[in-house]
């Protein structure tokens, strides 16, 4: 198991959900940061520098096939061979465990949709239920 982050242009956000949907890639965490690649007070041309601001994906993924479709979905649609594309880059999983169900490793990353798994009853209260102190 692999997990992927990749850091991207906000505008290539979409274009990029839309084809890990498309090829039942599952499971991902979207986060709003701000960097520099090459980082420097200056760029090469002796202006200053500002932050800018991308998107951060992170997902889980089950094996290296999984790994290689989900990076080319990126790459797709975020190659630019202008500068600030973004970056990607993967480290090993050791394990993964859907809290809800128990499931572990390859398990837990597969949808839900085939699956009959009941779900876990839970009690739902409101303002009405609880009194007031």
């Given at each position: 198991?692999y997990m992927l982050m990749a850091v991207i242009n906000k505008n290539n956000l979409k274009n990029v959900l839309e084809d890990l949907f498309t090829n039942?890639?599952?499971?991902?965490?979207?986060?709003?940061?701000?960097?520099?690649?090459?980082?420097?007070?200056?760029?090469?041309?002796?202006?200053?520098?500002?932050?800018?601001?991308?998107?951060?994906?992170?997902?889980?993924?089950?094996?290296?096939?999984?790994?290689?479709?989900?990076?080319?979905?990126?790459?797709?649609?975020?190659?630019?061979?202008?500068?600030?594309?973004?970056?990607?880059?993967?480290?090993?999983?050791?394990?993964?465990?859907?809290?809800?169900?128990?499931?572990?490793?390859?398990?837990?990353?597969?949808?839900?949709?085939?699956?009959?798994?009941?779900?876990?009853?839970?009690?739902i209260t409101t303002h009405i239920d609880t009194p007031c102190s």
């Amino acid at each position: 198991m692999y997990m992927l982050m990749a850091v991207i242009n906000k505008n290539n956000l979409k274009n990029v959900l839309e084809d890990l949907f498309t090829n039942n890639i599952e499971g991902i965490t979207v986060s709003d940061v701000i960097g520099k690649g090459s980082f420097g007070l200056k760029e090469a041309d002796n202006q200053p520098t500002d932050l800018v601001a991308k998107a951060k994906l992170e997902m889980v993924v089950s094996d290296k096939e999984i790994r290689n479709l989900a990076m080319e979905c990126i790459r797709s649609n975020c190659h630019d061979l202008g500068r600030g594309a973004g970056k990607m880059w993967w480290v090993e999983v050791g394990g993964v465990e859907r809290i809800r169900t128990g499931e572990k490793d390859k398990d837990a990353l597969t949808t839900q949709i085939n699956k009959k798994i009941q779900n876990v009853p839970y009690m739902i209260t409101t303002h009405i239920d609880t009194p007031c102190s």
